[in-house]
Structures are given as structure tokens and as C-alpha cells.
């Protein structure tokens, strides 16, 4: 399971470090499956992660629209990132684009995934979900 909070930059490559506790959660997995996610952030997924999301994701009908494209989006985009012996991993130039990621970098493990975002938008949507009703929200979900 993956939690916590971590603030990084992106080196001129393009790499990210990967927290060691992150790279310990998903066992010996060598690399991540990135790929494009909801709210403006990437989703970063260790190898069996992946293959649980992937095996429901082609379980979808071909005849559904919003399956097609759901698969689309996430399929489509989704890219293997080796973890190098520095614990550094290269971020796809399309997928930084994509988000704004140039420098300042925030990962947040959040269960099953890690998400990857720039740290401006991670502020901005922390802002906003603190001065919302989150808690009437927990409320809501049964938390």
C-alpha cells in the first residue's frame, strides 16, 4: 500500500527520483507503468498494480462507449519507466507535457498508486479541498 507525501525535482533529463519507501511498497519491481490520470496529475503503478487495473480494463466491452474510451485514456497513454541503481526514474517528455511538469514534483501514494504531480496544481487542489466541505464529504462516503 502506498501513502505519504513527497516533494522532488526533476532533474534537466527529465528524471524523478523515486522515494526508496515508494520503491520498497511495490516489492522488486524494477519499474512503473505511468500513465495519464484524472485531476490533472500522472498515475504510477507497480507492476502488478498495473495488471489488475489492465485485466479489468479489457474485461470492458468494445461495445460501450465510455469504456472505449476510459481504455483509451488510460491504455493509451501508459508507459514502462525503469528505475535506474540510483532509485531515478525518466518521466516520458509527452507525459510532462501533458501536466506541466517541468521541476518542482509532488508524489502521492494514494493506496493502490502512486500520483505524480506538479507541485503548483498539488498546492492548488489541496487549497481547494481544505476551504471545501470535505469533512460533510467523508461524511458522505461513510469515512
Not at 505511468?34 to 502488478?48: E, I, K, Q
Not at 479489457?58 to 519507466?81: H, Y
Request: a negative charge; aromatic letters at 6%; charged letters at 30%.
Amino acid at each position: 500500500m502506498y501513502k505519504g507525501e513527497y516533494h522532488h525535482s526533476l532533474d534537466p533529463k527529465g528524471r524523478l527520483i523515486v522515494p526508496s519507501r515508494l520503491r520498497d511498497a511495490a516489492g522488486d519491481a524494477a519499474e512503473f507503468v505511468v500513465t495519464r490520470s484524472f485531476d490533472g496529475c500522472l498515475s504510477m503503478y507497480a507492476p502488478r498494480e498495473w495488471e489488475i487495473l489492465e485485466e479489468k480494463l479489457n474485461k470492458l466491452p468494445l461495445t460501450n462507449e465510455k469504456a472505449r474510451k476510459l481504455k483509451r485514456f488510460l491504455l493509451g497513454s501508459a508507459v514502462s519507466c525503469e528505475v535506474d541503481k540510483q532509485g531515478r526514474m525518466l518521466i516520458p517528455q509527452v507525459l510532462r507535457e501533458r501536466i506541466g511538469l517541468f521541476k518542482e514534483v509532488v508524489l502521492v501514494g494514494v493506496g493502490d498508486h502512486i500520483e505524480i504531480w506538479e507541485a503548483g496544481a498539488w498546492k492548488e487542489s489541496m487549497d481547494i479541498l481544505l476551504s471545501s466541505d470535505a469533512e460533510d464529504d467523508m461524511r458522505d462516503l461513510g469515512i
